[in-house]
């Protein structure tokens, strides 16, 4: 997590992986509007190495929206607006490319920064999260099964066969937001399922910057209710289900 540097906060419209829609409806006769963004459901996958009996998570720089929250509580108001009135900008442009207009406002950008206009911002190790093994659900030709083993073995390094792919459940996340689906898998492992890759290297190709960690069994609970952690709720839930469901099987307490 070190790698991460030069952090700037830059305005714009959408992405290819979130897109912007507003709806427009009526609740008792109230005409109400509410913004939402469209993207893909996931898969997530609670791993449990059986051979060190602990968990593997990964942790990962989130700079939307984790790191934006801790950014725009270290900002003063008129930074704040500066922001915005640069979005209104990029909208009314239509996401134009203006290379040189571009290249003017970075350089103000910079010169203000210098001058001490920009408050600091916050380090990027306020940006990193602990989360389950996850991918978008983006390959259509895949079943979620599949899509979830891929994903162990090109983040975490373990190459786990489909059959051994036990569904936890599905469940909603940001219902106020995007409304997405995310399909959790349980998966055990061992060391002899770890094949020749480095952990936590991520799909380079796709910009991942991912560290593998260990969680041990006995610390779990304790992990998963420090609020000191930051961590995503998926980890939470996971763990409290091993808990209910899967400790009595290995006869090792979980820290309750």
């Known amino acids: 997590m070190e790698q991460i540097n030069n952090i700037q906060v830059v305005p714009c419209t959408s992405s290819d992986m979130l897109k ?25 996958v609670l791993i449990f190495n059986t051979t060190c009996h602990c968990f593997i998570l ?13 950014w725009e509580k270290s900002q003063p108001e008129k930074v704040k607006e500066k922001v915005s009135e640069e979005a209104g900008k990029d909208a009314s442009k239509g996401g134009a490319n203006e290379p ?7 350089e103000t950008d910079n010169a203000e920064q210098d001058s001490g206009h920009i408050q600091d ?14 991918r978008p659900v983006d390959k259509p030709d895949l079943s979620l099964e599949e899509i979830a083993r891929q994903e162990v073995l090109e983040e975490c390094g ?17 219902v106020g937001v995007t409304g997405a689906k995310q399909t959790m898998f349980y998966a055990e492992v061992s ?17 991942e910057l991912v560290e593998v960690v260990k969680v041990p069994l006995h610390e779990a609970i304790r992990f998963a209710y420090d609020e000191n952690i930051p961590k995503t709720m998926g980890v939470i839930f996971s763990f409290v289900w091993f808990h209910s469901n899967m400790s009595p099987k290995y006869k090792i307490s979980t820290n309750v």
């Open 121 to 134: 911002i916050p380090p990027a190790s306020v940006g990193v999260t602990y989360e389950l093994c996850a």
């Open 20 to 44: 912007p829609f507003r709806v427009h409806y009526s609740q008792n006769g109230t005409r109400k509007s509410w913004d939402f963004m469209q993207t893909h459901d996931s898969v997530s």
């Open 100 to 106: 040189e207009a571009d290249a003017a406002e970075t």
């Open 158 to 174: 373990y190459d786990v066969p489909v059959t051994k792919l036990r569904r936890i459940t599905s469940y909603r996340s940001g």
């Open 191 to 207: 060391d002899e399922n770890c094949v020749g890759v480095a952990e936590g290297s991520g799909q380079t190709s796709e910009g």
């Open 58 to 70: 990964v942790k990962q720089f989130r700079p939307a929206a984790v790191y934006m929250c801790e």
